[in-house]
């Protein structure tokens, strides 16, 4: 048996991989971007401007590929998006970090060939980023970037939106604008932001951490919302309670003017004669057998009835289950006017159960007066071509939540809906990240603050006192850029504020005697391809580019917060996160230098990131 094909990569084999999906997301990228137009043989297209949406469509064969849109898959599901910043910022690293091996190869004894030293510089350079980055830039970005931006308070995150008087609530708004707006164009965020500060008012917690209240919200947004297709967007509402996506296996009974008892099965009511996958064998002429399975049948109807009749004691009206029940239970049902509602999902029920403050029953001869859950009403609803089950809860006495909802997500074909509800959790996603803090020690943040200002005041006339100025005034940033929430302007705000951080730290390093001699050349390759992201977002106006890099610079002399028109606001948290995912992608890519092609093609990683795309038979609705 031979040896499999082998492929030797060299560093501008990963450059063009990484160049040619680069070439693919800025058709979207930046305000001027539009979207992205998918077909297939079959005829069934796919109109996106998600950056994640679109890399994981294409269908790579090449492995560089595969590993970079897994990295980028990795890290918007974590922060919500933020793909096509990350392709962007990845060539531009790739590109200078290429320039730099090429200049001084070090071609000596331990290469056989300039590629092999240029890779091994690569990989060097490589190294010495994420370690950088790993130690220092969070410090950086706490002291020289949080500074020139604001925290949002919880109150602003769940404050009502339609109030003119509260400026922070716009700032709320507009974060959550400027997020909806890199997915899905401007058209509709107005509307999409209200649906998703109201969606959190109605679910924020007494009493508890606001990363709590998102993280709730998150991971139950499956059983939280409801896509409707057909539909304009601005349908799209909350309604009160949780709808379950099923409906009345029996006839329902409106009973809106009374509460209403339910009661959550795990498993089947009526008693098994064969589980899964038993055989029975009935031997000729056995009538023993043939009496016991009667005997168990007539058992086991005589135990079904007694259990409608525990339930009927106990004043239920409504069974939920996990499972399919048989006929003969639904017909008991029916008979007892016993709503009942099966087969429904493992994530609707467990968040009934949360909401409701019930016990599942999986004993049906153990159903207690703890098992009932008191419902406001549980009645059908149609939304769409569907009718599923809509059930409200009543007030706990803890009052926990504020009122629990639903969200209806209307879009005018499936995979457009698909694509809304997407942006929808995945803006969740990004406040949730928002509202962690930069892990950074007090300690360190002073040290740094004061080291930084004491260098640059060395420089400049009335020394003394622009030490008492950088040191008194490092308390109230530190206060700041320690808590969650942080937010800063975008249109390449943040990118310019660290571009400034990284070189002015170089400097510095550079004429210190106790720090890493290689600290002032990743500070400036990292800071010079930063620069990449906002030169794409005024690509079509370089002019504009100068000019923010100047107000965002004269900003940073004069202590206040650049303000730039019609641009938004960014995450810290996601921006910092998305630096870090980066320099971790480059130095994962530059470690590879052999590709072994096998005979057997497997597809999972692939099949798995495209599982969630869905394609449209018509094109959807455009942006403007």
């Not at 029953?361 to 549980?378: N, Q």
């Not at 660290?498 to 070189?503: P, T």
């Not at 650049?562 to 810290?572: H, K, M, T």
Request: aromatic share 6%.
């Amino acid at each position: 048996m031979g040896m499999p094909p082998v492929k030797h990569l060299h560093l501008k084999h990963v450059l063009q991989t990484v160049c040619a999906l680069e070439a693919v997301v800025l058709r979207c990228f930046g305000p001027e971007g539009g979207q992205v137009l998918f077909t297939r043989d079959t005829g069934q297209v796919m109109l996106s401007r998600s950056g994640t949406r679109i890399l994981t469509a294409l269908q790579l064969e090449q492995p560089l590929a595969r590993m970079v849109v897994e990295c980028v898959w990795k890290h918007s599901t974590n922060t919500g998006d933020g793909s096509k910043t990350f392709i962007i910022l990845l060539a531009s690293l790739l590109r200078m970090i290429h320039s730099m091996a090429c200049k001084e190869p070090n071609v000596s004894h331990t290469y056989n060939s300039r590629e092999a030293a240029e890779a091994a510089t690569a990989r060097h350079l490589a190294g010495k980023l994420l370690a950088f980055a790993s130690e220092e830039l969070d410090d950086l970005i706490a002291v020289r970037v949080v500074p020139h931006g604001c925290r949002l308070s919880w109150e602003d995150f769940t404050a009502k939106t339609q109030s003119p008087a509260h400026t922070n609530t716009s700032n709320v708004k507009k974060l959550v604008e400027s997020f909806i707006h890199t997915r899905l164009g401007r058209i509709h965020c107005d509307l999409i932001a209200n649906l998703i500060c109201e969606l959190l008012t109605d679910w924020k917690f007494k009493n508890d951490l606001p990363s709590l209240s998102l993280q709730f919200v998150n991971d139950n947004f499956p059983a939280l919302h409801t896509p409707v297709s057909g539909f304009p967007i601005s349908c799209s509402r909350l309604i009160e309670g949780q709808v379950l996506h099923r409906d009345f296996a029996t006839p329902s009974h409106q009973t809106d003017h009374h509460p209403v008892k339910a009661v959550v099965f795990t498993g089947y009511l009526q008693p098994q004669l064969l589980n899964a996958g038993d055989v029975l064998e009935l031997m000729k002429h056995n009538t023993r057998k043939e009496r016991s399975i009667v005997q168990f049948s007539a058992w086991a109807e005589r135990s079904l009835e007694c259990v409608f009749a525990n339930l009927q004691n106990l004043g239920v009206s409504v069974l939920l289950s996990a499972v399919k029940q048989s006929d003969a239970v639904l017909t008991l049902a029916k008979q007892a006017e016993i709503s009942v509602v099966d087969c429904i999902s493992e994530d609707e029920l467990s968040l009934f159960v949360h909401l409701s403050g019930t016990t599942p029953v999986s004993d049906c001869w153990m159903i207690r007066p703890e098992h009932v859950a008191t419902l406001t009403f549980c009645r059908p609803i149609l939304l769409g071509a569907h009718r599923y089950v809509h059930v409200a809860f009543q007030d706990s006495e803890e009052g926990a939540v504020v009122r629990p909802c639903s969200i209806v997500i209307c879009g005018p074909g499936e995979g457009q809906t698909d694509q809304y509800a997407c942006a929808f959790q995945d803006a969740i996603r990004m406040l949730l990240r928002t509202w962690e803090p930069i892990h950074m020690t007090a300690t360190t943040a002073s040290a740094r603050t004061f080291l930084s200002h004491k260098i640059t005041s060395d420089v400049m006339d009335n020394q003394n006192d622009k030490i008492t100025s950088a040191s008194s005034s490092a308390s109230p940033f530190q206060k700041c850029m320690l808590e969650p929430g942080c937010v800063i302007h975008g249109g390449g705000t943040f990118e310019f504020l660290l571009h400034h951080a990284l070189l002015q730290h170089g400097h510095n390093c550079s004429v210190s005697d106790h720090t890493d001699e290689s600290v002032p050349a990743v500070s400036k390759l990292l800071a010079n391809a930063l620069l990449s992201v906002p030169q794409q977002i005024y690509s079509h106006s370089p002019r504009r580019f100068l000019q923010t890099q100047t107000r965002v610079l004269t900003s940073i002399q004069n202590h206040f917060h650049p303000f730039i028109l019609d641009v938004g606001l960014e995450s810290v948290s996601c921006k910092y996160q998305l630096v870090l995912a980066v320099l971790q992608c480059v130095t994962s890519l530059l470690r590879v230098d052999t590709i072994l092609h096998t005979n057997t093609r497997s597809h999972t990683r692939s099949s798995r990131l495209t599982k969630n795309i869905s394609w449209e038979d018509t094109e959807d609705e455009t942006e403007d």
